[in-house]
């Protein structure tokens, strides 16, 4: 049936001639039909559902696809008239790391490349006579966001800024020097060109953050964007400041941030950064030292602008939330760790939720806190021993992995709530047996928030040394594929003393929504059933779409997966299948920027190999090389989707 031809359906027709995601608003939507010609008038059409195909894992029948990002699976997009929009999905990488990528000044700057306290560059000298600025082979977490009144000259299009962090360089270019945790983090903007006619971004500017006045970044693993459109960065694992001295990888990170091994202080790390990109594609860095000092993941800022659910990726981690005292600004706020209740399961199918009840840690503000760090050291809070004292005035702990036993000294319970974060939240009787608890994010409608166990083993199974008896987080056998737990966001809560929390927004209880399967290895290697996630990671929720993301560090997968799971329709797709070796980062679901829907998608340190390649890696390691710089670089980018068909659902 032919239509007459409005300029809204001329639009519709140039989104649909594109390569990103279709616009997923309902005006977009009630074009589609008459941009593609088929069906009835579609004027009243508007957007319902979307939901993915899943693609099949790659095998050593088809190398070259294990060897690099392979997407093979495709978004329908459902219309309220019945028809059916299909997208054929692929990846989009703006910049391998070690390429020479614009400075938006008409020269160029390493992508990923690694810079000291001063911004000058670090270099690698592993290999004599090919002395080169070290970059990172693992990009992580990434928001995609806009700016009002850019100023950034020479686009075609609008600008949409990428702000995307680099968690570490996983070996020197000698192959032998392990060098994680060894650089300073850097992080970066892109300025990237966003064509009105496509959808499509494109990579003219990259501008490297100056990161010195926040004495450099730490391991930054996922992050995700403020309700105010901001970066939420992190630092995992926060050095252990009572045994520093014999911290060699942290001396190794002052050395190369300072220029001397004992420069750098433990407290100024293991927290949470917050960048705001500037209308010329430059930014600024601070980090926000009132919201734990505990090893931060991906957060999760509630629609309230102010309560953040936070990741705490560790052994003997734990729900913390943060509660700010205003909105937008994270900058001073109160702090809670969780008390797991009765019930708490890994299995799906559990009726039943364990509650949530929370501790209060304390109130204080960044600049506060920060004070403390630059002027205390780690006896002067608490005296910490890891054999029994045989004296009462010390309390017994289970805090990363290791059993000790405390003592706060006085008047430093603040100094130990936000600067020992893990040790006093077990003091305080905070449930911490959680193992790799990585992302968090939130489905508003639904007032549910999910996060992701990577792992489930050690402190969470009764009967190991790491595992604290009563803290509600046992269970009988380890899951090392992991499982992604939900949930409900509820108000009117009051911590454990009986003081009103001011959030809408708290966690109440916890229940498994999705697990992974641990298999005996099969015939390519995998550990973990390869139709199922395994060892989640990154997290990010889609409200239009209603589907959670799942992007897998899993070293039970061969090749680590991206999945898509329909909460309404249960239904699990996989998306996307990572480079062999290496691991799904930096995940960020965009609903809507200038009409168009984006999903970001990273990976890290491809072909780095574990046991379970041992039957794929003789194979794969020279793809893999000729792919990614002999192995030293990654890709950051999207994923795309191309018009390919319109199904009419109905006769």
């Known amino acids: 049936?032919?239509?007459?031809?409005?300029?809204?359906?001329?639009?519709?027709?140039?989104?649909?001639?594109?390569?990103?995601?279709?616009?997923?608003?309902?005006?977009?939507?009630?074009?589609?039909?008459?941009?593609?010609?088929?069906?009835?008038?579609?004027?009243?059409?508007?957007?319902?559902?979307?939901?993915?195909?899943?693609?099949?894992?790659?095998?050593?029948?088809?190398?070259?696809a294990m060897a690099t990002t392979t997407v093979g699976s495709t978004l329908n997009i459902k219309l309220s008239d019945d028809t059916v929009q299909s997208y054929s999905l692929a990846y989009q990488p703006f910049f391998i790391t070690g390429d020479m990528v614009s400075d938006g000044k008409g020269g160029k700057?390493?992508?990923?490349?690694?810079?000291?306290?001063?911004?000058?560059?670090?270099?690698?000298s592993t290999v004599a006579g090919s002395e080169r600025q070290y970059f990172s082979d693992s990009p992580d977490g990434t928001s995609l966001l806009t700016v009002a009144n850019p100023t950034v000259t020479g686009l075609k299009g609008k600008a949409v800024f990428a702000v995307v962090q680099f968690e570490y360089t996983t070996w020197a270019q000698d192959g032998k020097t392990d060098m994680y945790g060894k650089l300073p983090s850097p992080i970066a903007v892109l300025t990237l060109d966003q064509d009105q006619a496509t959808g499509k971004l494109s990579l003219v500017k990259y501008h490297n953050v100056d990161t010195s006045k926040v004495h450099g970044l730490w391991i930054t693993c996922g992050a995700s964007l403020s309700p105010w459109g901001t970066h939420l960065s992190s630092e995992e694992y926060e050095p252990d400041a009572f045994s520093i001295a014999?911290?060699?990888?942290?001396q190794t990170y002052s050395k190369n941030l300072f220029g001397d091994a004992t420069k750098a202080n433990p407290y100024h790390y293991?927290?949470?950064?917050?960048?705001?990109?500037?209308?010329?594609?430059?930014?600024?860095?601070?980090?926000?030292?009132?919201?734990?000092?505990?090893?931060?993941?991906?957060?999760?800022?509630?629609?309230?602008?102010?309560?953040?659910?936070?990741?705490?990726?560790a052994t003997n981690s734990a729900y913390f939330v943060f509660v700010a005292d205003k909105e937008k600004d994270l900058s001073s706020g109160t702090l809670y760790a969780a008390k797991v209740g009765a019930g708490f399961s890994i299995d799906p199918k559990a009726t039943t939720a364990a509650p949530l009840t929370w501790i209060k840690l304390g109130s204080a503000t960044s600049a506060e806190i920060e004070q403390l760090a630059n002027t205390l050291k780690p006896t002067d809070i608490m005296s910490v021993v890891s054999k029994d004292p045989g004296d009462a005035t010390f309390t017994k702990i289970v805090a990363n992995g290791k059993t000790e036993w405390i003592k706060i000294n006085p008047g430093m319970e603040k100094a130990a709530a936000f600067l020992e974060t893990h040790r006093y939240a077990a003091y305080k009787g905070a449930s911490l047996g959680f193992t790799k608890m990585e992302g968090t994010t939130v489905n508003i409608k639904d007032k549910v928030a999910y996060s992701a166990l990577?792992?489930?083993?050690?402190?969470?199974?009764?009967?190991?040394?790491?595992?604290?008896?009563g803290n509600g987080i046992s269970v009988p056998k380890q899951l090392v594929a992991g499982a992604v737990m939900a949930l409900n966001l509820k108000g009117g809560q009051k911590d454990t003393a009986g003081a009103a929390i001011n959030s809408e927004w708290m966690p109440v209880d916890t229940k498994a929504l999705l697990a992974g399967e641990d298999i005996a290895a099969d015939a390519l290697g995998n550990t973990a059933n390869p139709n199922n996630i395994a060892n989640p990671d990154n997290l990010k929720f889609s409200e239009k779409m209603r589907t959670l993301f799942i992007g897998e560090d899993s070293s039970q997968h061969v090749n680590n997966f991206l999945w898509a799971y329909n909460i309404d329709t249960k239904q699990l797709s996989r998306v996307m299948s990572i480079p062999a070796g290496g691991e799904s980062t930096g995940l960020h679901a965009v609903d809507e920027i200038n009409g168009?829907?984006?999903?970001?998608?990273?990976?890290?340190?491809?072909?780095?190999?574990?046991?379970?390649?041992?039957?794929?890696k003789d194979t794969l390691d020279p793809l893999i090389k000729a792919n990614y710089k002999n192995k030293a670089g990654a890709a950051v980018g999207y994923l795309t989707g191309t018009p390919t068909q319109m199904k009419l659902a109905k006769a």
């Open 1 to 64: 049936m032919s239509h007459t031809t409005t300029p809204t359906r001329r639009k519709a027709l140039q989104f649909l001639a594109g390569v990103p995601l279709l616009p997923l608003g309902a005006s977009a939507s009630a074009s589609l039909l008459a941009a593609c010609g088929g069906g009835s008038d579609s004027s009243s059409a508007s957007f319902v559902s979307a939901s993915f195909t899943s693609m099949a894992a790659p095998t050593l029948a088809n190398a070259a």
């Open 109 to 124: 700057v390493l992508a990923g490349g690694y810079y000291d306290i001063n911004n000058k560059p670090i270099i690698d």
């Open 246 to 250: 014999s911290n060699t990888m942290f």
């Open 270 to 313: 293991g927290h949470m950064p917050e960048v705001t990109v500037n209308p010329d594609g430059t930014a600024t860095i601070k980090k926000h030292f009132c919201m734990g000092r505990i090893s931060h993941e991906l957060v999760q800022v509630m629609p309230d602008n102010r309560t953040t659910l936070m990741g705490d990726d």
């Open 454 to 469: 990577q792992n489930v083993q050690s402190s969470m199974v009764a009967g190991n040394a790491a595992n604290v008896p």
């Open 596 to 616: 168009w829907t984006y999903i970001m998608s990273n990976f890290q340190h491809p072909g780095d190999w574990g046991g379970i390649h041992n039957v794929v």
